[in-house]
């Protein structure tokens, strides 16, 4: 039995190769859960996890943008000066009496900073000292692996890779000069270390790490379609997202995508 291209199916085939080049390659580059690390978990706020809302990573009202409840702020050791943001992790509470002992662990998006307090001891009160690694959760978060009255327990966690419904979205802020976007929604590491915007009469401009999870580019792009590129962190995947917001986009809005990392 033989096999050959004709003309049209082989120029097909080129182009199938190309958009492969383009979006990269997710199913090679997925991100693979980490070997299992101590470390200690505490609270904070109440069970609206309304205290959660905003945060250092700059997600703003994590219920309507997707993240919900299960989130954590990290110490300044995983913090990495914001590129943590994004990262998924299971928790589970161990080698204490306010464990929940059927429960395996829960997964947590990291979407905030948990400071140092150098005014405490670190083993006393200043979790989040550096060098410690710490992850203080919502309240919820926290009651689903442990009593929320044992206030601080030693747990287990892992980085894991986060799983998303969708694609990246792209959230707006600046001004007619500066274009500030916070992308959310990250899927397989969770994580962004470089960022390029397109607009339709540019070529790819860099953008530089802001704070958090948001990306700028001082450049004139309004009346413009924009497209991104984005490359993870931890898996240095890259993929293109073409088209993302239309010439006339707006600041404060969000934009949503069908590419996302796996």
Not at 101 to 119: D, E, G, M, Q, Y
Request: aromatic share 16%; charged share 10%.
């Amino acid at each position: 039995m033989s096999f050959s291209l004709n003309s049209w199916s082989f120029g097909f085939f080129l182009m199938a190769l190309t958009a492969l080049a383009i979006i990269g390659k997710p199913c090679l580059a997925a991100y693979r859960p980490s070997p299992w690390a101590l470390a200690h978990a505490t609270f904070y706020g109440d069970e609206s996890a309304s205290e959660t809302l905003g945060g250092a990573c700059g997600y703003g009202n994590l219920f309507s943008n997707g993240y919900g409840t299960d989130t954590a702020a990290l110490s300044t050791t995983l913090f990495n000066n914001g590129f943590a943001c994004g990262t998924c992790y299971q928790i589970k509470c161990v080698q204490s009496k306010w464990c929940y002992p059927t429960v395996k662990f829960t997964t947590v998006t990291a979407t905030n900073l948990c400071p140092p307090n150098w005014a405490e001891d670190s083993n006393n009160g200043g979790w989040c000292n550096p060098p410690r690694v710490h992850f203080d959760m919502s309240k919820p978060a926290f009651m689903k692996i442990a009593q929320w009255k044992a206030g601080i327990v030693p747990i287990m966690y892992r980085r894991v890779p986060c799983v998303t419904k969708g694609g990246l979205r792209f959230q707006f802020q600046g001004n007619g000069y500066w274009l500030l976007v916070y992308v959310m929604n990250v899927g397989g590491g969770g994580d962004i270390a470089k960022m390029w915007v397109k607009g339709s009469k540019t070529g790819w401009i860099s953008m530089s790490h802001n704070w958090g999870a948001s990306y700028q580019a001082f450049a004139t792009l309004r009346g413009q379609s924009l497209s991104f590129k984005i490359t993870s962190y931890t898996t240095k995947e890259t993929i293109i997202c073409w088209n993302v917001a239309p010439a006339n986009w707006n600041l404060g809005l969000t934009y949503s995508t069908n590419v996302n990392f796996h």
